[in-house]
């Protein structure tokens, strides 16, 4: 029996995400992403297309390698003005029942302990809903703005995660016991104090000797996502993710990308379906093969090649304005995001793309596939994707909001469904329980579970 297709809708709390210019389009909306209308409706129409979660990215800081300035990114409303991702939740949450929310949160710049409180409240909130995208950064901009000179070396940055998620997997899994809320109106108890336990954190990078805040939420670690596709970004998402992002622009790309990160969970004990796999598309589909081809042909006159040169130079730490637009893309070692990079060089060694190819390519849909067709001929696309690369499903992306989403609701998914591709009703339960149906918590084996806590002098007493 084939497996079903995943879906995943990526956005940002921004006009412009991963097609620059299509702001412009006379029927796209994302300039109201400031309006909490807009998101409340799209999280009911993908709830209604049964999708597994909205996905929303996020920057901290600007895009300004393109030109030694921001006034490109400025000028082209690349993924600025930019709001926070986490606000979203409890209003999305509250007009749906089963769809889930993955939250792109930058560790390099803020303590562990806030953070940790701030996610059990969404995921009280959101009723076990929550999932977070751990990304370590790669703008220089957001660094020069929280007080460093430039960002962390890439390795070093997930040294420093390595110990984050430590103090957040003591935080959330082991400070609170169980049954530590007792809630016992007649003797006035409302938490037992001897089954809340300091964690007693003392680290290179952070102390954080004290309990958790909260109380344990339903899922207590939200689902882990990730989405590095360097060697250490792979070590790190082998141990630590439960779902995997990736992109490239064909599917020998992500075979090598999904290849690499089974083999990595393998070799980190864990077997190899135990993460689920995600690429990034954008999916323009229409009752005929003419018309979602006159779509495609117009949102590509609305792209903004200067702002799509802007989004790859921030993705690779390199001014693209410098060089020659017919010249190849060379993969250089950078502290930036190489997976960008990567995705154009040395991932598909058989295809060499220009600056322009690239910057044409990510115009729509950033660096995933753009596939174009009916229902039937996109659905055939799909397949042939999952089956050749072995991944679980897709981040499906938008040029225009609401109307790629939509169509891929109301034309795409009953022709899935059809083929016994796609799920026809949502598993009740928490976001962990709905991907991978064994229950709330991390399982038994993973790192987050296995962790132990020192017991501190730290003044609190559990008497």
């Not at 620059?20 to 209604?48: C, I, K, M, Q, V």
């Not at 953070?115 to 909130?125: G, K, P, V």
């Not at 082998?238 to 070799?267: M, N, W």
């Not at 390199?318 to 950078?334: F, K, R, S």
Request: net charge negative; proline share 6%; charged share 20%.
């Amino acid at each position: 029996m084939p497996r079903p297709i995943r879906f995943n809708a990526f956005s940002m709390n921004a006009a412009s995400h991963q097609s620059p210019g299509l702001w412009r389009h006379p029927r796209n909306t994302s300039t109201d992403f400031n309006r909490l209308a807009y998101w409340t409706d799209l999280a009911r129409r993908l709830e209604r297309g049964l999708f597994d979660a909205l996905f929303i990215a996020d920057v901290m800081g600007i895009y300004d390698v393109y030109q030694g300035s921001p006034h490109p990114a400025l000028r082209g409303g690349v993924q600025v003005p930019v709001n926070d991702p986490m606000l979203l939740v409890p209003a999305m949450a509250a007009v749906t029942e089963h769809l889930g929310f993955g939250v792109t949160f930058s560790l390099t710049y803020e303590h562990p302990y806030p953070f940790a409180r701030r996610m059990s409240t969404l995921d009280h909130l959101s009723d076990g809903r929550v999932g977070w995208n751990i990304v370590t950064g790669y703008l220089d901009s957001a660094a020069r703005n929280l007080g460093l000179d430039r960002q962390l070396g890439h390795d070093l940055r997930y040294d420093l995660a390595e110990e984050y998620l430590q103090v957040l997997y003591k935080l959330w899994e082991k400070s609170w016991d169980d049954d530590a809320l007792v809630l016992d109106r007649e003797t006035g108890r409302y938490v037992e104090p001897t089954r809340v336990h300091p964690i007693g954190h003392a680290g290179a990078h952070f102390q954080v000797p004290g309990m958790h805040l909260c109380q344990p939420s339903p899922q207590r670690t939200p689902v882990l996502f990730q989405a590095g596709a360097s060697a250490r970004g792979q070590q790190f998402a082998a141990k630590h993710a439960e779902c995997v992002f990736i992109s490239g622009p064909t599917p020998t790309v992500l075979r090598r990308y999904a290849d690499g990160v089974r083999q990595a969970s393998e070799a980190a004990g864990r077997a190899r379906d135990e993460v689920l796999i995600y690429a990034q598309a954008l999916l323009i589909v229409a009752p005929t093969h003419e018309q979602a081809q006159a779509r495609f042909d117009q949102y590509r006159s609305f792209v903004d090649i200067e702002a799509a040169l802007t989004l790859l130079s921030g993705w690779t730490g390199i001014d693209l304005d410098g060089l020659d637009p017919d010249a190849p893309i060379q993969y250089v070692e950078n502290d930036a995001g190489r997976a960008a990079l990567a995705a154009f060089t040395a991932a598909d060694p058989s295809r060499q793309w220009t600056v322009r190819e690239a910057a044409q390519f990510i115009g729509l849909g950033g660096r995933g596939p753009v596939l174009i067709g009916t229902p039937s001929e996109v659905a055939d696309q799909l397949e042939a994707w999952v089956d050749q690369t072995g991944i679980d499903g897709f981040n499906l992306t938008y040029a225009v909001q609401p109307d790629d989403l939509a169509h891929v609701v109301e034309l795409l998914v009953p022709e899935l469904q059809r083929r016994g591709r796609y799920p026809r009703g949502y598993v009740d339960g928490t976001l962990r329980h709905k991907l991978f149906g064994k229950g709330n918590r991390l399982t038994a084996h993973h790192v987050g579970s296995r962790v132990s806590i020192q017991q501190p002098n730290t003044g609190y007493s559990n008497i």
